[in-house]
């Protein structure tokens, strides 16, 4: 399994806490006012609007909190948050790209840097490891909507290039250009993804050992729950006993 599917699913398990879904829906907030702000207030007329409002859907975002959300964005008392990327190289020289959206830049890049130190790695220039990783969309859907097999036919005649399918979901890689229309293609078959928007996938990905692995999902549990962390990415894989014990 790639890594950040990996942790992903890890964090997904383990947040559900209110505390978890409080920040997290500010998260989405902030990236729904955003790109409401870059482009028109209407899904339907803004992909990364629509994505955005999607991605708030599947984790049962309360629709009132959406439409004000992309309201603030016309406000005049919305904050200005510029989107900035992280690179670095986490605890056994694994790869890691974190996405951020601040209003203070200083504040963000300190906490970053001071995640990255304490747990063993460090924080590097920009383009220093995201060479390592492809720019591509990622479309998700629910395990229950199609098999397998159907899915992987249905996304490659959509312009897919490649599915995972696993328990819970299944994951759809294509080229980043053609995000939208095979988003838009699916969904006419399998109704609304979980998730539609673009990631960094890693071209290759490092086993390690649980002690490193441990100390990695300590780094990227520090940066996801920093409320100006939108998205983390590391090119490792882990064992499955070690998953286990950190869904527990």
Known sequence: MAGHSQFKNIMHRKGKQDALRSKLFSKLAREITV????????????????????????????????ERAIKKASG??????EEIRYEGYGPGGVAVIVEAMTDNRNRTASDVRSYFT??????????AVSFMFDRVGYITFNASVASGDDMLE????????????????????????????????????????TA???????????????????????LINLLEEHDDVQNVYANFEISDSLVAKLSA
């Open 154 to 193: 249905a996304a490659i005649e959509a312009g897919a290039d490649d599915v995972v399918s696993g328990e819970e979901m299944h994951e759809i890689y294509c080229e980043q250009g053609a995000l939208h229309e095979v988003a838009k293609a699916l969904e006419e078959k399998f109704g609304e993804p």
């Open 196 to 218: 539609t928007k673009l990631v960094w996938k890693p071209q290759n990905t490092v086993a390690v050992d649980d002690e490193t692995g441990e100390k990695l999902m300590r």
């Open 76 to 81: 005049g008392d919305a904050e200005n948050y």
């Open 118 to 127: 304490k747990s063993g790695g460090n924080l590097a220039e920009t383009g």
């Open 35 to 66: 790109a409401a702000r870059l482009g028109l207030p209407d899904p339907a007329m803004n992909p990364r609007l629509r994505a955005a409002v999607l991605a708030a859907r599947a984790e049962n975002m309360p629709k009132e909190n959406i």
